[in-house]
Structures are given as structure tokens and as C-alpha cells.
């Protein structure tokens, strides 16, 4: 087998020591970091992806995948940067304010790099104005809001109006979700998309950075 | 008069199915020897960092009226709105599991330890609710009488937030019960902190004001229709 195939078949099984002796290996013998990227971690990544989308495997299962991946990107993101290889999007992220819930949020971060994008999270409680800030500073393409209780829902209008005001909504696009949110509610606040779990988060996300 | 409990975590433990379900995995499916681990040691970290404790206070129906009324923002009929009319006994009720298990899962989290961070949180999450049941079950017991007298009688728990009851009622539970005395507190957006939190009133009764269809507006809404379980649970020994 393969180095890279090694990696990627070490990040499906959620072994992160491994997964991090492999990486630094595949460098030395000469291999690029975004062909470890791509194919091992990112292409880990969308092997396990699917197999939880067919309920062939379990969220821990994908969360030690996770962290699998994360071990290879500790040892993988100097060289990245080094190299100027640009993610493939970024997203901010946060729990809207009033809100200090973020375990769904961080579910979905966490699928999201896996997905290869670059997360900037902004934790929980977060008012609009940061996230439009920090969309808007940082560079990102898509805002993606949670929220666990409809007393805080209204926030994600706020943030969509946020952006059609300041006329970035071509640019910046915003995505929610949360146990009380539903597509009717995207659609009625002018939200760009909604996102029924973290795994269907990365296909909107998805679609909406490549439409 | 209000009253502090505390509990042991043994006592507040969630079952396994409880857990499991949390983490979206089906009841009777078979799971990885690391899945197994992770559970083990998400109930370890529990034990370690959970200091569950509830808070109840006896309350009048016209000042229970007051509480529900809150804010105008129920809708206009809902289970809870019927059945503590017919209420012998009430009670406001607040559980925590305090803020360092909350802390904890944070911290697993940044430490990119997410199977185990998720795992924790699913375990606090449902014991959170189990707290609130032995809660139940201590104030069943505590207002018991005879076998007989308890013949035909049930205390049942209901949450703002749920079945019409619209979650700002909280704030109006929190000026009565003062839960602050074990450390939960109520934000502006009605989110109490800590997290794993549950708040709600205890109606005790004959079994039979408990009873109610599946048929109000919000019904249609709601996923889990987990009145039918607790109904159909009244009726089991
Ligand atoms: C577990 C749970 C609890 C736990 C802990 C909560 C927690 N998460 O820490 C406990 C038992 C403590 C609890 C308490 C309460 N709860 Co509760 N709880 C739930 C439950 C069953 C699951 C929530 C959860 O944690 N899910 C797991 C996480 C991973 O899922 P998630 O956050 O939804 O995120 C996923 C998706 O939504 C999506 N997603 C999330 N964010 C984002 C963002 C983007 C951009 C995208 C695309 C997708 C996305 O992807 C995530 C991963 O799959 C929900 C009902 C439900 N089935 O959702 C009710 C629910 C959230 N609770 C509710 C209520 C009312 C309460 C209480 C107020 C009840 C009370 N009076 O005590 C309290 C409030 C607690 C507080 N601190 O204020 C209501 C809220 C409704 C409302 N009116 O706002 C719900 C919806 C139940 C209901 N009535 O239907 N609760």
C-alpha cells in the first residue's frame, strides 16, 4: 500500500497517532502537502462522510476520524501556509447571540475542515455585527449560524439583513441550523440555505461556494 | 418553601440506550469496541465533573396561574394549561449539573478530543433529564401517603419550552423559585446557564389529569410526541 493510501486508510479508522507518522513520512519521502491534503485526509474525509450518510458507520466513528485528520493537518499546515495553498473556502461560524449552546456548531466545523474548508469560529454568543466583521475581514465566502432555542432564531435575520445592508450578499452568503430551525424558517428570514445535521451542512456549504 | 436536593451521580447516571441515542445511534444496534470505550469513559469524566442538584418549592394554583400566564406568549391552549387546574399539588422545579462538566466538554473540545467532547455532552445531556426525574420520584415519595391513598395518583413533570408552553415562562419560575441559590441563572434569551439544565413544574394529581390527545395546533410540529411514552407509562407499575 501506498503512503497516501496508508494515511487515508488510517484517518477512516480514526487512528491519529498513526495518521500523524504517516504524514511526516509521506513528506519526507517527497510527496506535496497538497497531495496529502487532497488525497488521504481530504479523500479520508469523504469516505467516511459517506459511509455515516448510509448509516454504515456511527458520529464517534467520525469523530475520531476527526480528530485523525486533525493530527495530519498539525504536522501538514506549516508547509500549507509555507506554500500559499489556499483552502478550499472559509467559513465563519457561531452560536447567535444569546445563545451558549455549540455543540451542533462545533459538529459542524468539525465536518466542515474535514470537507477542507478553513473555520473561523467565533464561539458562542455572538453578535451580528462580529459575524459580518468577521466574514468581512477574514475574507470568508459563507456564515454559517446555530441557534438551540427559537428566543434566539430572530438573531439570524438580523445577521442576513446585516449583510444585504451592507451590500456583501454576493459576496457573503449565510447558511443556519440548530434543533429549532427548519427550512421554512431559512427561507422566510432570506437566509441562502439551511442545513438539517453537520453532514448535509457540508453539501450546502458546498453548493453554495461553488454556485 | 423552597428545598435543595442534592444527588449522588450514581443516582443520576443515564442508561446506556439514553446516551447512545443522543449520539443518533438506534436501540439494539451493534457499536465498535471504541465507541464502548468512549462511553466508559464519558460516564468516568460524568462521575468526575457532574454535581447534580435540583431545587423545588411548593406553589398555590392561583400563584402558578401567575407563572404559566408569563409573558402572554403561550399558545392559547395547551396540556399544561388544563391539568393544573386539576392539580391537587404543585410544585416549581429547577435541576443542574453545574458548570464544570460544561467546562469540561469545552475544554475536550479544544483539545480536538470531539468523539469524546460529544460522548460527554450526550451523557450530561441525558442526565440532565434523569436528574429531573429522580427529582420526581424524591417528591412523589416525600408527599406519599398510605399504598391506598397513592392508588390511582401521579406526579408528572412539564417544561417551559414544550408543548405549548412557550420558554419564556421561565422567567417568572425563576423570580418565584430563586434557583440562583445552586448556581442556574436565566439570560435575557431565556437560556439558563449552566447548559445542562432543566427547569419545569411538578403537577401531582390523579393519574388521570395527566391524559390528554396528540391533537392541539403545536402537535403537528413536534417529532417526538413523547407525551404518548409518559402517558403510557403512568399506567405501568
Ligand atoms: C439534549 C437536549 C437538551 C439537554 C441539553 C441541551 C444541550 N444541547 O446541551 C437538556 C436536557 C439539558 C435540555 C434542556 C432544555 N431544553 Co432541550 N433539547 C435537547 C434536544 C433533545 C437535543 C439538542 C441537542 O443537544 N442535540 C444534539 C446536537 C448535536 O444537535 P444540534 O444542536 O441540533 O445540532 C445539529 C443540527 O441542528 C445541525 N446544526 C446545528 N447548528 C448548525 C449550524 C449550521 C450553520 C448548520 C448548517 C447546521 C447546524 O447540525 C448539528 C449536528 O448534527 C432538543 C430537541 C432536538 N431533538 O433537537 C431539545 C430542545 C433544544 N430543548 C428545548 C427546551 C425547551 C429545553 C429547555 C428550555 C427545557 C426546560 N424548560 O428546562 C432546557 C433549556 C436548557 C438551558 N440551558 O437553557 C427545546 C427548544 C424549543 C424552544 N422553544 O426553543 C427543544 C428543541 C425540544 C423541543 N421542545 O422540541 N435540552
Known sequence: ?211 | MTEVLTFSTGEVEPDRDSVLQNQGIPEGATVTDEIERLLKSAIGAFHEHGKPVGMTGEISHVDFGAVYQGEGRNEDKTPVGDIFRRAERLALFVVTLGERICARIDELFRSSDYALACMLDSVASAAADKTAEVLQERYADSRSGSKTENEGRAVLRYSPGYCGWHISGQRGLFEFLHPEEIGVSLKESFLMQPLKSVSGVLIAGAREIHEFEDSYSFCAECATRGCRERIRALYRE
Open chain 1, 1 to 211: 500500500m501506498s503512503v497516501l493510501a496508508e494515511i487515508k486508510d488510517g484517518l477512516v479508522c480514526g487512528d491519529d497517532e498513526r495518521v500523524s507518522e504517516l504524514t511526516q513520512q509521506a513528506i519526507e519521502q517527497g510527496l506535496s502537502p497538497q497531495e496529502i491534503l487532497s488525497e488521504s485526509l481530504i479523500g479520508g474525509m469523504t469516505i467516511v462522510g459517506e459511509r455515516f450518510k448510509e448509516h454504515e458507520i456511527f458520529l464517534p466513528d467520525v469523530l475520531l476520524a476527526a480528530k485523525a485528520m486533525h493530527a495530519g493537518m498539525e504536522v501538514l499546515r506549516p508547509l500549507l501556509i509555507d506554500a500559499g495553498i489556499p483552502s478550499i473556502g472559509k467559513v465563519v461560524l457561531g452560536s447567535v447571540q444569546g445563545d451558549l449552546h455549540d455543540i451542533g456548531k462545533n459538529l459542524v466545523g468539525i465536518l466542515l475542515k474535514g470537507a477542507g474548508f478553513e473555520v473561523i469560529d467565533l464561539g458562542n454568543d455572538v453578535a451580528p455585527q462580529s459575524f459580518v466583521d468577521a466574514a468581512k475581514e477574514r475574507g470568508a465566502s459563507v456564515i454559517g449560524m446555530s441557534a438551540l432555542l427559537t428566543t434566539t432564531m430572530p438573531t439570524m435575520a438580523k445577521v442576513v439583513d446585516l449583510v444585504k445592508e451592507r451590500k456583501l450578499d454576493s459576496r457573503i452568503k449565510t447558511i443556519v441550523g440548530g434543533a429549532p430551525v427548519s427550512e421554512m424558517f431559512a427561507r422566510e428570514i432570506g437566509a441562502d440555505a439551511y442545513g438539517f445535521d453537520a453532514a448535509n451542512a457540508v453539501d450546502r456549504v458546498k453548493s453554495l461556494t461553488t454556485a
